[in-house]
């Protein structure tokens, strides 16, 4: 089974993208350092409803973006949002930004892929995004975002701002020890985030399975069938 973004032929990514990357996972080596709060990955599945609410009241920030209501915001309507809003991001970072997110490569950012658009802004700790967080009224949804960067540590044993097959499988096996079946849900579930199947899974691959996880932007959500034998 493959990925649920499934394989792309090619990935874009460059200078300025790898650039991106590297601070998104400077900024998870630091939040490791300071631990987390998540004891097993049953604790993460038990806030799925409270995560799913909490990324819902995005929507009206991404209608606020999305000007010609298409059901998605292109590169122009981010600029011009920015813009309106009198957020000094230079063109440039605003570009990486947003093909960071755009994961289709369709040049449009839909709901699921704005929403971790908006948690890497949360993350990027630099004044330009200080001053986005507070304009577009991020602060409102500081206890979501620090949940899953939460579980994202949990997962990060060795935290160096990646998380391995063999770290999902040691999760997995916390939350369920002696379950016969633990690696082949670790591993299910690593195939799910690992979209460009690198063998590491950064914080935005783990932002784009977890919108799926909890059913945003697709038609259907983890079943319950899948998880039921990780919740006590």
Known sequence: ???????????????????????????????????????????????????????????????????????????????????????????????????????????????????VFLCLVYLLNEPAASEAKTKMGLGNLESTFETLVDAFVFLDKNKDGYVSKDEMIQAINESIPGERSSGRIAMKRFEEMDWDKNGMVTFKEFLFAFTRWVGIGENTRMRMNDVEVMVE
């Open 1 to 115: 089974m493959g990925g649920v973004f499934g394989r792309h032929d090619s990935i874009k990514r460059s200078s300025h993208g790898l650039k991106l990357e590297s601070r998104m996972v400077e900024s998870m080596r630091q939040r490791a350092s300071h631990g987390t709060s998540v004891k097993s990955f049953n604790t993460i599945i038990m806030k799925f409803p409270k995560i799913d609410e909490g990324l819902r009241n995005c929507k009206a920030i991404f209608e606020q973006f999305d000007e010609d209501s298409n059901g998605e915001i292109d590169k122009e309507e981010l600029k011009h949002c920015f813009q309106k809003l009198e957020i000094s991001f230079a063109e440039e970072e605003i570009s990486d930004l947003f093909e960071a997110c755009d994961i289709n490569e369709d040049m449009g950012m839909k709901f699921n892929e704005f929403i």
